[in-house]
């Protein structure tokens, strides 16, 4: 694993979201009276289609020319429908972009046939967010991270989409915690938190907003119990505590609990690659392989601009989470780190999934 990549500058801030100074844009660039067509591979009402949707009409606003910016949704295949389209049929004039997540990553990332797209040559314009809390059934008799140790081989119940979904990451996080976890496969986090209210499944994770909605509630009721957070990339790579969650460790701090020292190694690195692309940069929006730099240019200036407006932070937080931007130069430097994974750490995650879940390459 190129694990020079995580030898930040000084300049990127992946928590803070600082981003360069706005660039000069090309005065050809003016999308006055064009249709910019927005393609997201799931349905309408999702995670991503609502991220799309909350960034359109201002994207549309901040682009010259204020173009007429459409969502086109394309499910099917967890988002790997969509993305072979865009693969295939998408334009570089700027007028079709495409918003990704982290199964669409994880898929390119693992191998799996079905992606024949190729993300690592598209141009990323800006990345969101997002953070992720793991809470067990008060049933359980644990009251914190420390108190882990004390499950012993107890089985913990963990509905999931699937283990090539973001669900990668706990999966592989709880292993590393020498959890007894047995999965309940085909429940998305939706179906899995009611699980959780039924008694069903006694752990869980949600990703920040659910989790500040929904699960908050059941945390304050006693039904819940928050472990951890997985944490967020300080400007070193490091993981460090989740602002969102500034009370709970990261996985690295309960790592560390149960073992007596830091995590390392090829596992920890194959993970934190994924929690990169599952959380610390979740959504990307793309233009498409071979975008004129001026136009990349403007788009990520837009980005910029929205970013900066007074009420932006404010209505992101209730609609997106309340985590900051990747913006300018610094979406590359992440998007790198996402696609660091060598031949052997491939191999690696492949053949963990094959033995665990038999899971088909």
Do not use: C
């Not at 199964?103 to 191998?111: I, K, V």
């Not at 990339?233 to 609990?257: C, I, K, N, T, W």
Request: charged share 20%; proline share 6%.
């Amino acid at each position: 694993m190129k694990r020079t990549i995580y030898a930040f500058s000084t300049s990127l801030l992946l928590v803070a979201g600082f981003g360069p100074a706005p660039q000069a844009l090309s005065s050809d660039v003016d999308f006055s009276g064009e249709r910019i067509e927005w393609l997201v591979p799931f349905r309408e009402g999702g995670g991503t289609d609502t991220w799309a949707r909350f960034f359109a009409p201002r994207l549309s606003e901040a682009l010259p020319g204020q173009p007429t910016l459409i969502i086109r949704n394309v499910p099917g295949g967890g988002s790997i429908n969509g993305a072979n389209q865009f693969d295939t049929r998408g334009k570089n004039n700027g007028q079709e972009i495409f918003g990704s997540t982290a199964s669409t990553l994880f898929y390119a990332m693992l191998g799996d046939r079905r992606a024949s797209y190729q993300p690592q040559d598209w141009v990323p314009v800006f990345a969101t967010p997002t953070g992720g809390v793991l809470y067990l059934s008060s049933d359980l008799g644990i009251d914190s991270a420390a108190e882990l140790a004390e499950l012993g081989k107890q089985e913990l119940i963990f509905p999931s989409l699937g283990p090539t979904s973001l669900d990668l990451v706990p999966l592989l996080a709880m292993e590393m915690l020498h959890l007894n976890v047995r999965p309940v496969f085909g429940m998305d986090r939706s179906a899995g938190r009611l699980a959780f209210e039924r008694g069903e499944v006694n752990v869980d994770y949600q990703t920040s907003a659910p989790y500040l909605k929904n699960v908050t509630p059941l945390v304050e009721e006693g039904s819940a119990v928050p472990i951890m957070s997985w944490g967020v990339l300080g400007e070193d790579g490091s993981l460090q505590r989740d602002p969102s969650f500034p009370d709970l460790p990261h996985f690295a701090e309960v790592y560390e609990m149960i073992h007596g020292e830091a995590p390392q190694g090829q596992a920890f690195e194959v993970w934190k690659t994924f929690f990169i692309a599952g959380f610390a940069a979740q959504k990307m929006l793309f233009l498409q392989e071979g975008t004129p730099q001026e136009i990349v240019d403007t788009y990520r200036k837009a980005a910029i601009d929205i970013s900066a407006q007074p009420d932006f932070q404010e209505q992101a937080s209730v609609a997106i989470g309340d985590y900051d931007q990747i913006l300018g130069d610094n979406v590359d430097t992440a998007f790198e780190m996402i696609f660091s994974l060598s031949e052997d750490d491939t191999q690696w995650i492949q053949n963990w999934l094959a033995e665990n879940y038999d899971v088909k390459f």
